[in-house]
Every structure is written in structure tokens, then in C-alpha cells.
């Protein structure tokens, strides 16, 4: 199936074989879409061997290290982008920062950096990719944001994490009332605990008998709906936070 051919998709936090940006890579070159992906403290040869596989799916790829954390790195990452491959129609907002603090290790550095990669940098990255589907008067895009099921229930220790995650559902569906006009949608998923390689064998063990469906929530999952997501059949949704956590109950 090539249900993206003719789409050039750009993928933040595609640091590691494991994650769920490389998942969605591989998902989105099967179907056909170009890849242009991001990364940041990679493995030193990773990013290279990452692009000839996803380049061995008969597709262009590019990618580029940056820090999302920089204000100008939205604007930098779009333009290297365009002149690699071509003008983005896809956005995928994958890259997170996350530390594991509670109330009383809390600080203002510590919100400062979530802020700064989980909320800004997303939402830079999505209204310059909007501004630029108007510029160009392309009449349709996809936006696909990484949520983290913060408004399922608490996880505990990771207040600065969920307050910048809970932004992001925030801003995708009030931003996906702005651009609905220019034909562009914007949604977001929450994968739920997704085994990407942080878990230790003793989480996972917890972790297991608590998804009704069975298994561990794996990268494939996450992008198997992002391909759906960015394709012409998801045209009528918008503004919507998809959880896809294969019935995971919370305590």
C-alpha cells in the first residue's frame, strides 16, 4: 500500500531503533511519504544507518541533529527539511523531555526545560509548518502530536512531564480550529506505556496484566495510527486526543 506517496513528513525525536518516531518513520516510508526525521544525543552512528533503511523502502530521507530546546530550531528544522527532500505536509511532534520529579524536588529550571522541547517547541513547529501550507496554497496537511494519557490519571513523580503534556492536548484542538480552513487536521495520541527500551524487566512485569488486551504497548501500535492519522481516510478528524492504550487500566 502507498497511502502517503507524494507526502513529505517530517518526525522530531527519531533518536533510537526502539522509539516510537523511528516506528512511525519506517510505518510512513512503507507507505510511500518521504521521511525527513530529528534527532538529538543519538548513538554516533546511528542516524546514518537509520536513513539508508528508511531510504531502502524506495524513498528520499534526510534528518538532522538539533536541539528542540532552541528557539529558532522550529524554523531552522522545517527550512533544512524543504531543501532536502521538499515542503513538509506531514508533521509528526514526537520528541519529549522528561525527568521523574515530585512536589518537593520541583523547581523552575526543572518546568523551564519541559516547557521548553514538550510545549514551545511544538507549538512553534506547528503553527510555522501551518503558515507554510498558507504561503505555499497547499490544501492539506497533517499535524500528529504525542501526548502521554496525562489526562487518564496521575502519574506520580512527573508533574512537570504531565503539566507540559497536558498542554499539548490543549493546544490541538483549539489550534485545529484555526487551520481547519486551510484543509490541515490535527490530532494526537496518547500510546500509553509503549515498551521503547526505558522499562526495567521488574516495570514491565507490573506493568503487563494491567493491559486488558494482554500485551505491552509497542512502537508499531503508536504508528500504525499515525499512518492512518496522516492519510486521506482520516480527512473528517480533527482537533482529537486518540487514546490508543490497548484497554491499560490505571490504579
Not at 231 to 242: C, K, L, N
Request: charged share 20%; net charge negative.
Amino acid at each position: 500500500m502507498e497511502r502517503l506517496k507524494g507526502n513529505v513528513a517530517v518526525i522530531t525525536g527519531v533518536s533510537h531503533k526502539k522509539g516510537i518516531g523511528a516506528a512511525i518513520a519506517r510505518a510512513f516510508a512503507k507507505e510511500g511519504a518521504d521521511v525527513f526525521f530529528a534527532h538529538w544525543q543519538a548513538e554516533k552512528e546511528w542516524p546514518d544507518s537509520f536513513q539508508a533503511e528508511i531510504e531502502g523502502y524506495g524513498v528520499r530521507c534526510g534528518g538532522m541533529s538539533i536541539d528542540l530546546a532552541d528557539p529558532e530550531a522550529p524554523r531552522q528544522l522545517l527550512d533544512k527539511a524543504a531543501l532536502a527532500i521538499g515542503a513538509p505536509t506531514i508533521l509528526v511532534n514526537n520528541a519529549a523531555y522528561s525527568t521523574r520529579e515530585g512536589f518537593e524536588l520541583l523547581d523552575a529550571a526543572t518546568m523551564d526545560a519541559h516547557y521548553a522541547v514538550n510545549v514551545r517547541a511544538t507549538c512553534l513547529l506547528s503553527v510555522e509548518f501551518a503558515r507554510r501550507i498558507k504561503q505555499d496554497h497547499r490544501e492539506t496537511g497533517r499535524i500528529i502530536n504525542l501526548t502521554s494519557g496525562q489526562g487518564q490519571g496521575p502519574m506520580l513523580g512527573e508533574l512537570a512531564y504531565v503539566a507540559s503534556k497536558g498542554a499539548i492536548s490543549a493546544f490541538t484542538l483549539t489550534l485545529s480550529a484555526e487551520v481547519a480552513p486551510l484543509g490541515i487536521t490535527v490530532n494526537a495520541i496518547n500510546p500509553g506505556p509503549t515498551d521503547t527500551g526505558w522499562m526495567s524487566p521488574a516495570l514491565e512485569e507490573e506493568l503487563v496484566p494491567r493491559f486488558l488486551l494482554g500485551r505491552m504497548g509497542q512502537p508499531e501500535d503508536a504508528a500504525r495510527l499515525a499512518v492512518f492519522l496522516a492519510s486521506e481516510e482520516a480527512q473528517w478528524i480533527t482537533g482529537q486526543v486518540i487514546n490508543s492504550e490497548g484497554a491499560f487500566l490505571r490504579r
